[in-house]
């Protein structure tokens, strides 16, 4: 059973070049250099590596590199969070010697106060010669480190098996996971069903946890938040209730509320969706959050999705993926070229369901299209 899990992570802000010190005076292309994975959440006790790294550096190439922690963040440096790093401003090299990586670990500490989610933003930048005159395109160099406490999440990333290839041009089954960036109010179009005419829709409470899915369908809009669960002109139910809705035959639409989540079933010419949604209620905060799964969009049963879905999910199935994995086993870098496009993963094992998956940007798995693509309101 595929679970999708949702967390969303604060925006990424933008430097100009005024950031790097001194203007460019011959840029170097086509080496890919930054960090390997722009967002990770590390629970209050808790640590994680961070990478920077060049890729397709050509042979003996040598870049002179800083890593700057900015003041951007609503973290406290050593109160909520420290690092490896000898200071908040740290110069390094990339040669063939390290492999063109360099890694520290960020930790965040635990201050036993319930308090919301904080946020560190790193900056990173390299050039060619070692006075720092020749500036080298940085895709990614901004890092965005997002500190929750252990019982705020579960799983911080969208998680979603895909179907690729591998280096040998065999079909495989792989699980990749991705953030969402988001402010609260958005919504997002998660999963349609053009056939079904039906279309998912997931409300930010915050910048984190969403606080409302709508569903819409051609027998009526389902709604639930954390405090009541609907079907427009129909019903309105608490969480506390155990009831079932039904409505229509081909079309079908069926709403079973158990306690703490709800299935929602649609089906029609010859297709299905099963959608579930959990409540997880943070006592502590006075606040919950919903968790939502695609359990269902065969007629019989199991998670495939065709060129008739669209929406995040949708987009991001619809992809060609290769895998190409690393020659090391306990390698943490590796390479998935989405669409012919070279994409750098990181590799995770979910807290939740114990497997591991590619954990890639947001912007590598649905490009051409981009994130606003998706926003409805």
Request: net charge negative; glycine share 8%.
């Amino acid at each position: 059973m595929a679970r999708f899990v949702v967390a969303l992570m604060v925006g990424i802000a933008l430097f100009s070049k005024t950031a790097f010190g001194n203007m460019p005076v011959d840029p170097i292309t086509g080496v890919k250099i930054g960090f390997a994975i722009q967002s990770i959440t590390v629970n209050e006790g808790s640590s994680a590596g961070i990478d920077f790294v060049a890729q397709n550096a050509p042979q003996g190439s040598h870049y002179y590199c800083t890593l700057k922690l900015l003041n951007t963040g609503s973290a406290t440096y050593l109160a909520d969070f420290t690092h490896t790093l000898p200071s908040t401003v740290h110069e390094f090299e990339l040669t063939e010697a390290n492999q063109y990586g360099f890694s520290f670990v960020f930790e965040a500490l635990q201050d036993n106060i319930m308090d919301p989610l904080e946020d560190v933003d790193y900056h990173g930048y390299c050039y060619a010669d070692p006075d720092r005159t020749i500036i080298v395109e940085t895709e990614r160099c901004n890092f965005k480190a997002l500190i929750a406490n252990q019982d705020l999440t579960d799983d911080p990333h969208f998680f979603q098996n895909v179907l690729g290839m591998d280096e040998e041009k065999r079909v495989v089954s792989e699980n990749i996971c991705y953030d969402l960036v988001g402010t609260a109010g958005d919504v997002y179009e998660i999963l349609t069903d053009k056939v079904l005419d039906l279309s998912v829709l997931c409300e930010l409470r915050d910048d984190y946890y969403i606080g409302q899915v709508k569903i819409k369908t051609p027998l009526g809009v389902f709604l639930a938040n954390t405090d009541t669960i609907s079907v427009e002109g129909r019903f309105t139910r608490t969480w506390n209730d155990l009831s079932r809705f039904e409505r229509g035959t081909d079309p079908s639409l069926s709403v079973e509320l158990l306690k703490d989540y709800v299935l929602v079933e649609m089906n029609g010419k010859g297709r299905r969706m099963a959608v579930r949604i959990d409540r997880v209620l943070q006592d502590k905060r006075g606040k919950g959050y919903l968790n939502f799964y695609i359990e269902e969009t065969a007629k019989n049963g199991g998670v495939i999705f065709d060129r008739h879905h669209g929406g995040l999910f949708g987009i991001v199935a619809n992809n060609k993926y290769e895998f190409v994995k690393p020659v090391q086993s306990d390698e943490k870098i590796s390479t998935v070229n989405v669409n012919g496009r070279q994409a750098t993963a990181f590799s995770q094992t979910s807290p939740v369901t114990n497997r591991k998956c590619f954990l890639m940007n947001l912007e590598d798995v649905i490009s051409p299209y981009v994130k606003t693509d998706f926003l409805k309101a």
